[in-house]
């Protein structure tokens, strides 16, 4: 699968997760209930993993970030249950893209009625320009 198809499987599990949990519960358990629907469905899932910030050619020692989820080793899930996805939100998840690299991640915020309006698409672009949808 490439990663535009495990993408939309990813939305898939998660319309299923936020319509069997509802909004308003916390992002571990989404993240729970989401890594389990995911690993049913054949996926491999990196849960909670820590990204490695170089700087002047060194590894930095201290691990700041974590990615909540990675699926297949290509796409990005950062989840949220929030009353708004903030702008400084797209922007840590664009960060941890090129940090990785990884060329496309979702926001998931389950905090919404229709989880539709919860969904954000990022993609690191080609010319180091970030695209939100």
Not at 24 to 45: C, D
Not at 83 to 100: A, W
């Amino acid at each position: 699968m490439n990663q535009e198809e495990i993408g939309k499987a990813i939305l898939d599990a998660a319309f299923t997760v936020h319509t069997k949990l509802g909004p308003g519960l916390l992002e571990s358990v989404y993240e729970a209930a989401l890594v389990r629907e995911l690993i049913k469905r054949g996926f491999t899932v990196e849960r909670q993993k820590p990204i490695l910030v170089h700087y002047d050619d060194e590894l930095l020692e201290e691990v700041a970030f974590r990615a909540d989820l990675i699926v297949n080793h290509l796409v990005l899930i950062e989840l949220k249950s929030v009353s708004e996805v903030t702008d400084l939100f797209k922007k840590i998840t664009y960060n941890y893209l090129r940090l990785i690299p990884l060329q496309l991640g979702f926001i998931i915020n389950f905090n919404e009625a229709h989880l539709k309006n919860g969904i954000t698409r990022i993609v690191n672009g080609a010319e180091g320009k970030p695209t939100f949808r």
